[in-house]
C-alpha cells in the first residue's frame, strides 16, 4: 500500500459475472476467517462497509448468450464504482472482497477517476481480455480487463463514464496460464506486458515481480491490484470456479505480496473469486487472509 491510509473494505457478494455460484458468499468466507481482525492487528485502521450499497439484483433478468446476466453485472458495477470512488475521496483505500472478477470493472473505474494514469497489475491464471465476440463463454468476469481498455460493449466499457479507463503501457499480468485465442492476439497487439508461469519457472517470482512492479508503476499516479485467487495452484487455492493447474506455489504468492507491499505503490485493491462452495474446508478463504496480511505488511521476522 501507498501510505497507511485507512482501509475500506467493500464485500461484493456478487457472482453473476462467473460461470457457476458460490462466489458470492466468498467475502463472508473470508470475513470469517478473520479479514479484519487480521489487518487491525498489523496496525491498519479499518473499515468495514456493509453490504447495503449493493441493489437488490435478483429480479433483474437482463441476460445475452454473450453477455451472460449483463444487466445485474452492470447494475452491480455502477453501484460498486460509486461506492469505491466515495471511499477514494474520503481518503481510504478501498479494498474490495469478491465475489467473481467482474467486480474489477468497477473499482478501476473508480481508482480511475481521481488517478488519471492508473496502473494496473492483474494477477491471475486468466487474462479476462475477452470481449462479447471472442469469449468462449459469454461470463463477464472473463471481459472485465478489455472493458477497462475501452474494448467490448458499452454497457461495460462505459461503467464510470466512456471510454478506456487504462492504458494498456501500465498493465501488467502476472501468472498467467489459460489464455483465449482472442486474448493472445490482443495481449500482442496492445503490447501488454504478460509474465506468464512459464516466465515465473524460468526466472523467478522475485525477478518477474520486479519487472512488473516497474511496469505498472513508472509513469503512474496510482496503481490497483487486482488479484485473482485463482492464480494460486489449486492444490492450494481450491475453493474457485474457474481452477488451473500449474499456479502459484504457496510462498511465490505470499513473495508477491510482501513485494508489493515492500514497493509502496499500490492505492487500491481487489481480491476476488474466493467460491466458498468449492473450497476444501476454509482453505482458500484462510489463504486470502494471509495474502492480505502479508500484503499490508506482515513479516517473518
Ligand atoms: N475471472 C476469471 N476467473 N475469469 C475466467 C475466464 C475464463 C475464460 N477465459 C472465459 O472468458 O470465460
Ligand atoms: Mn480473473
Ligand atoms: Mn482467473
Not at 474494448?151 to 471510454?163: A, Q, S, V, Y
Not at 519457472?201 to 490497483?224: C, F, K, L, P, S
Not at 488479484?227 to 504457496?250: C, H, K, M, Q
Amino acid at each position: 500500500m501507498k501510505e497507511q491510509l485507512p482501509i475500506s473494505v467493500l464485500p461484493v457478494p456478487f457472482d453473476w459475472g462467473a460461470g457457476r455460484r458460490g462466489a458470492a458468499a466468498g467475502p463472508e468466507a473470508v470475513l470469517q476467517a478473520g479479514l479484519i481482525r487480521r489487518l487491525q492487528k498489523l496496525g491498519c485502521r479499518v473499515q468495514l462497509r456493509s453490504g447495503d450499497y449493493l441493489p437488490n439484483t435478483d429480479p433483474d433478468r437482463r441476460t445475452s448468450a454473450k453477455l451472460k446476466h449483463w444487466g445485474r453485472v452492470q447494475a452491480m458495477n455502477e453501484a460498486l464504482a460509486l461506492e469505491a470512488a466515495a471511499a477514494i475521496r474520503a481518503g481510504m483505500f478501498p479494498l474490495a472482497i469478491g465475489g467473481d472478477h467482474s467486480l474489477a470493472i468497477g473499482t478501476v473505474a473508480a481508482a480511475a477517476k481521481t488517478r488519471h494514469r492508473l496502473g494496473v497489475l492483474w494477477i491471475d491464471a486468466h487474462g479476462d481480455l475477452n470481449t462479447p465476440q471472442t469469449s468462449p463463454s459469454g461470463n463477464i468476469h472473463g471481459m472485465a480487463l478489455a472493458a477497462l481498455l475501452g474494448l467490448g460493449d458499452p454497457r461495460f466499457t462505459g461503467i464510470g463514464g466512456p471510454g478506456a479507463k487504462l492504458n494498456p503501457r501500465h498493465i501488467a499480468l502476472v501468472g498467467a496460464r489459460e489464455l483465449d485465442a482472442g486474448e493472445k492476439e490482443l495481449i500482442r497487439e496492445l503490447g501488454i506486458a504478460c509474465f506468464t508461469m512459464h516466465d515465473i519457472d524460468r526466472y523467478g517470482m522475485a525477478r518477474v515481480m520486479e519487472n512488473a512492479i516497474r511496469v505498472v508503476a513508472d509513469g503512474t499516479d496510482g496503481v490497483h491490484l487486482s488479484f485473482d485467487i485463482d492464480s494460486v495452484d489449486p492444490g492450494e487455492a481450491p475453493g474457485t470456479g474457474t481452477p488451473v493447474r500449474g499456479g502459484l506455489n504457496y510462498r511465490e504468492a505470499h513473495l508477491a505480496m510482501e513485494m508489493l507491499h515492500e514497493a509502496a505503490i499500490v492505492t487500491s485493491a481487489d481480491l476476488v473469486e474466493v467460491n466458498p462452495l468449492l473450497d476444501n474446508g476454509h482453505r482458500t478463504a484462510r489463504l486470502a487472509v494471509e495474502l492480505a496480511a502479508s500484503f499490508v505488511g506482515e513479516r517473518i521476522l
